[in-house]
């Protein structure tokens, strides 16, 4: 095991205080990221031996000892995640991560275009897709992936401010696609089969055969009005649901800040007279990013959006393609190991709002629970283990030791609960971390905690982490003389 240093990001957006805390470090302004990280752009120093290096070189000097000839066959030699810990006092910036096929596509083009790599104004950084999940530390506010047609109707009729209620005769529609009166080819919806998630109906399009001809006829004439000629490759087989999605999402994205006058206190109002509707937190937040971005017409495309509320130790996977934004809270995100960010609205940097709409995954869908339902994750008391369906991370959170916060994994203890009332009581308590390899990231994040490989132990105190290689094979975590403490490790899903 080697000591491993994070890197900071200073955001605007970052928090005045919370991860100042954990790592015990003063900062001048806010701190938003502690990257622990093998990308090139901003590697993590490794202390090896009495000497310091950058994680990607002594991946690269030794990659069968660092990541283990399983992770170096499947992806070469690197670190296949990157793995952060977020705190966001304000909105962060609505975004899409390219799927696979664009990322290398805009990153070819963008070299044989002279983008020097690190330019601000790149949007392809790496060639490969971004997938992210994020874990809460503490409540967590995020919006993410389209909601169900009629929820984003019912959210964006109770707007009363004009692009608004254009979006909304948009997504029923109604609407003509913009101001030259080119108006939709179709009348009706098809039919659809309708899953039910929590509180929310999720209505997705059948593909027949008649869906597949008006696509083709769409997409035929779509380089003459201009507006379906920026939809993505996806769209050919997409259904009218999906095309009246990225029509109204287009139009906020794309509007001028003058058509975002009024559209705070229209918010505000909406925040009011909504209250105890099924649209009340979609408009919620909303008004969050209103307040944070005034005069930025992309704030309505929250309200098209799954708001999602976490708790410490919950969880959401975002896929490529799908639209999000983090609101607020404290978090611990791993992705694959890529720094591509398409950016549509709410934040100075660089916009990429032709490249984000080719990318843009309009099904409407719940938010995805990576959450491990394996007997051993479901058995482990005080350990939760976030699995998404790849292989390039996973991540397991867990304390161990004296417990004086009693309600710190109540929602936690709930799931478990439920799907094992009768055999929770009959398992003895285990520290051990699931049976994984390869590449591994362990941060203290409160406390200390004991981390015992087949090679040595050491001890992990609040705001320090270790690299576990591949070669020190499997480990566990255990409290120090009984003591308190709290981790996070990052791993393969291999």
Same mark, same amino acid.
């Given at each position: ?17 919370? /991860? ?23 590697? =993590? ?13 002594? %991946?690269?000097?030794?990659? +069968?000892?660092?990541?283990?000839t399983d992770a170096s066959e499947t992806w070469g030699p690197v670190?296949?995640? /990157?793995?952060? %810990?977020? #705190? ?39 060639? %490969? ?18 909601? &169900? ?32 009166? /080119? ?48 939809? &993505? ?24 800040? +003058? ?8 918010? +505000? ?9 099924? #649209? ?24 098209? /959006?799954?708001?999602? =509320? ?8 975002? &896929? ?20 591509? @960010? ?28 990576p959450t491990s339902r394996t007997l051993h994750a479901l058995f ?7 699995? &998404? ?51 591994? @990231?362990l941060v203290c994040i409160e406390g200390e905690v004991q981390c ?5 132990? @050491?001890? @992990?105190?609040?705001?320090?982490? =270790? ?28």
């Open positions: 095991m080697f000591p491993i240093q994070p890197v900071p990001k200073t955001y605007s957006w970052g928090s005045d205080h919370r /991860l100042q805390d954990i790592f015990g470090i003063e900062c001048p302004g806010p701190l938003a990221e502690m990257w622990f990280s093998g990308h090139p752009a901003s590697p =993590s120093p490794v202390d090896m031996d009495g000497d310091r290096m950058a994680l990607d070189e002594a %991946i690269r000097r030794a990659p +069968e000892l660092m990541v283990g670190l296949p995640y /990157l793995f952060k %810990i977020i #705190s966001a006092r304000i909105p962060l910036s609505l975004q899409v991560h390219p799927v696979d096929f664009e990322a290398r596509a805009g990153y070819n083009r963008e070299n044989a275009a002279g983008i020097p790599v690190d330019s601000p104004i790149r949007s392809f950084k790496d060639s %490969i897709a971004k997938h992210e999940m994020v874990v809460a530390l503490e409540r967590f506010e995020a919006s993410v992936g389209f909601a &169900p047609r009629p929820i984003e109707l019912a959210a964006l009729r109770a707007i009363d401010h004009p692009l608004a209620q254009a979006m909304a005769r948009e997504l029923a529609g109604k609407q003509p696609l913009d101001a030259h009166g /080119l108006k939709t080819r179709y009348s009706d919806a098809p039919a659809t089969a309708v899953a039910r998630v929590g509180d929310f109906s999720y209505t997705t399009d059948r593909v027949n055969a008649s869906d597949s001809a008006n696509g083709a006829v769409l997409a035929a004439s779509a380089g003459s009005d201009g507006i379906d000629a920026d939809m &993505p490759a996806a769209a050919k087989v997409w259904g009218h649901t999906q095309r009246r999605i990225f029509r109204a999402f287009r139009m906020a994205a794309t509007a001028p800040r +003058e058509a975002a006058q009024g559209l705070g206190e229209a918010l +505000e109002s909406a925040c009011r007279t909504c209250k105890g509707r099924r #649209s009340s937190k979609i408009v919620q937040h909303a008004t969050m990013a209103a307040r944070a971005f005034p005069g930025d017409p992309s704030v309505l495309c929250v309200a098209m /959006l799954n708001p999602v =509320s976490l708790e410490r130790g919950e969880s959401v996977f975002i &896929p490529a393609g799908t639209p999000h934004c983090y609101l607020q809270g404290t978090g611990a995100e791993i992705m694959t190991n890529s720094d591509n @960010v398409l950016r549509a609205g709410m934040t100075p940097k660089h916009k990429d709002i032709p490249n984000l709409l080719r990318n843009l995954d309009c099904n409407p869908a719940p938010p995805i629970d482990t008391p005080n350990l939760a283990v976030y699995r &998404p369906k790849l292989s390039e991370f996973m991540l397991s959170y867990g304390h161990v030791g004296t417990d004086d916060d009693s309600g710190r994994w109540d929602k936690m203890a709930q799931r478990q609960r439920s799907t094992i009332t009768d055999y929770a009581q009959s398992i003895a308590p285990s520290a051990a971390i699931p049976a994984v390899a390869g590449p591994r @990231v015992t490989s087949s090679t040595q132990s @050491v001890v @992990v105190h609040k705001g320090e982490a =270790s690299f576990i290689p591949a070669s020190d094979g499997r480990a566990q975590v255990t409290s120090v003389n009984g003591k308190h403490g709290v981790y996070l490790l990052a791993s393969t899903g291999l």
